[in-house]
């Protein structure tokens, strides 16, 4: 089963910053906090993943509390192309198999 | 950056036929390559773990004899939909690890399967 919770669905206003969400209340000290995205009809994306400090690529930024226990992807400037359901997920290893949970459907509005 | 390709993207055929889909890692190696399923409004559902050279590891609840995978060879698995039912349509999709090249997986477009 997954290890994660995350709210079925958002709402984000174009050009506004998406917050997503995730608790991960189980996670082991050796697990890595993982997000990917999925646009309707394609494969999954990666996005970004992080261990314990804050990470930000050119994509989003995560931000992980300090108990681990929850973590926030964060879409900075959201466009509607980032209209997706959007998984987080823990693991281990890179190479692990991914449990995907239900995700967010986030809806970007113009 | 890595790249993993499927083949069909979608493809139609009657109930009681056999499909073949599959999954290419087009620039790395993948001795690990992974199935997944998917319904509409659905999540993705790990089906198996194609390793090269040696047999599939499917999950529970999922036929091995009806999702028939092969692994042969760092570059390529293949699914087998065998006896295809109307029940068996869906989203295909496939991943694969690039090992040292990225800390992430990288999952192919996926392949539609409608069974009439």
């Known amino acids: 089963d997954a290890k994660t919770t995350q709210p079925t669905s958002m709402d984000c206003a174009e050009g506004r910053a998406a917050n997503l969400p995730c608790n991960h209340s189980?996670?082991?000290?050796?697990?890595?906090v993982y997000w990917y995205r999925q646009i309707h009809s394609q494969g999954p994306q990666y996005i970004i993943h992080?261990?314990?400090n804050n990470e930000t690529n050119e994509m989003a930024s995560l931000i992980i509390t300090e108990d681990r226990k929850s973590s926030t992807l964060i879409l900075p400037h959201a466009t509607l192309r980032d209209t997706a359901v959007y998984y987080c997920?823990?693991?281990?290893?890179?190479?692990?198999?991914?449990?995907f949970g239900k995700g967010t459907r986030l809806h970007i509005l113009p | 950056g890595a790249v993993v390709s499927q083949h069909p993207s979608w493809v139609i055929c009657k109930s009681g036929t056999s499909v073949k889909i599959e999954c290419r890692s087009l620039?790395?190696?993948?001795?690990?390559m992974f199935w997944y399923r998917q319904f509409p409004k659905q999540s993705l559902m790990l089906m198996a773990t194609?390793?090269?050279?040696?047999?599939?590891?499917?999950e529970q609840g999922v036929e091995k004899d009806k999702f028939l995978i092969n692994h042969a060879s760092l570059t390529l698995s293949t699914l087998t939909v065998t006896s295809a039912h109307p029940e068996d349509s869906s989203f295909y999709i496939c991943?694969?690890?690039?090992?040292?090249?990225?800390?992430?997986?990288?999952f192919g477009p996926g392949t539609r399967l409608t069974v009439l």
């Open positions: 991943s694969a690890p690039p090992g040292l090249l990225s800390n992430e997986q990288f």
């Open positions: 189980t996670i082991s000290g050796n697990e890595y």
């Open positions: 992080g261990l314990k």
């Open positions: 997920i823990v693991r281990v290893r890179r190479d692990d198999k991914i449990i």
């Open positions: 620039d790395f190696q993948a001795t690990t």
């Open positions: 194609s390793n090269e050279g040696s047999k599939a590891t499917y």
